[in-house]
């Protein structure tokens, strides 16, 4: 079991720059949450997707936006990147009804 | 709205010594709690969780929790600490299942280890 992965680990963009982050839940999960932790924070729910809609949001701007496939991976896109976006990106997976959340190891985003 | 208060943000012990990090919760019904541990760099690994019934909860790596619905605490625990337990530790409240699942995190405990 692969369990959640992240894709890329690491990138950097530029202020005004459109960035799409991308998760694999772990296999049976089919509801995917993502998260921004911030250093030196915990990490803050920005939204969740099952039956590729969004089902809960957290207190972000609409530049963030998402995207859950058939195949119940997802997609986190930031447009209009700030530089206070800078943070590691968490993806977390449930099965639906479950408990317990798994996490990816992140992606880092650095805005310059 | 539920909230973590983590009220330690940096705790050092000597090897071997024991460990309790604290946390307390705010919300009218007994929620999901959770502990998690973050390596430097790294997502987040889940320690122990407690959903209902027995109030001490033993996780992985020797880690217990104590639920006590009168304190609105969830405190973590470990006998003797080792290097390698070295990170940042969050505790976690979640409400609801399903579609609503959504975990609400404290600040962290950073610890640090000495020799």
């Known amino acids: 079991d692969a369990g959640v992965t992240q894709s890329p680990t690491h990138l950097i963009k530029t202020r005004g720059q459109q960035v799409t982050l991308r998760c694999s839940p772990k296999s049976g999960h089919d509801t995917v949450s993502w998260y921004q932790q911030a250093l030196g924070q915990g990490p803050q729910f920005i939204f969740q997707?099952?039956?590729?809609?969004?089902?809960q949001r957290g207190n972000f701007p609409d530049r963030f936006s998402g995207h859950q496939f058939p195949n119940y991976s997802s997609e986190l896109n930031v447009n209009a990147l700030l530089l206070g976006d800078s943070a590691l990106y968490l993806c977390?997976?449930?099965?639906?009804?479950?408990?317990?959340?798994?996490f990816g190891q992140g992606t880092r985003l650095t805005v310059v | 709205a539920q909230s973590v208060t983590q009220p330690d943000i940096h705790i050092t012990v000597s090897e071997g010594a024991s460990l309790e990090l604290r946390c307390n919760y705010s919300?009218?019904?007994?929620?999901?709690l959770f502990w998690y541990v973050q390596s430097p760099g790294q997502g987040l690994q889940l320690l122990l969780k407690?959903?209902?019934?027995?109030?001490l909860v033993q996780g992985i790596k020797g880690f217990e929790a104590e639920f006590k619905r009168s304190q609105s605490s969830f405190n973590l625990r470990k006998p003797s600490v080792h290097w390698s337990d070295a990170a940042e530790y969050f505790c976690?409240?979640?409400?609801?299942?399903?579609?609503?699942?959504?975990?609400?995190f404290g600040k962290g405990t950073l610890l640090t280890v000495n020799p």
């Open positions: 919300y009218g019904a007994t929620p999901y």
């Open positions: 997707y099952y039956e590729e809609e969004e089902r």
């Open positions: 977390a997976s449930t099965p639906f009804g479950g408990t317990e959340a798994f």
């Open positions: 407690y959903f209902s019934g027995d109030t």
């Open positions: 976690a409240v979640v409400v609801g299942g399903g579609s609503n699942y959504k975990l609400t």
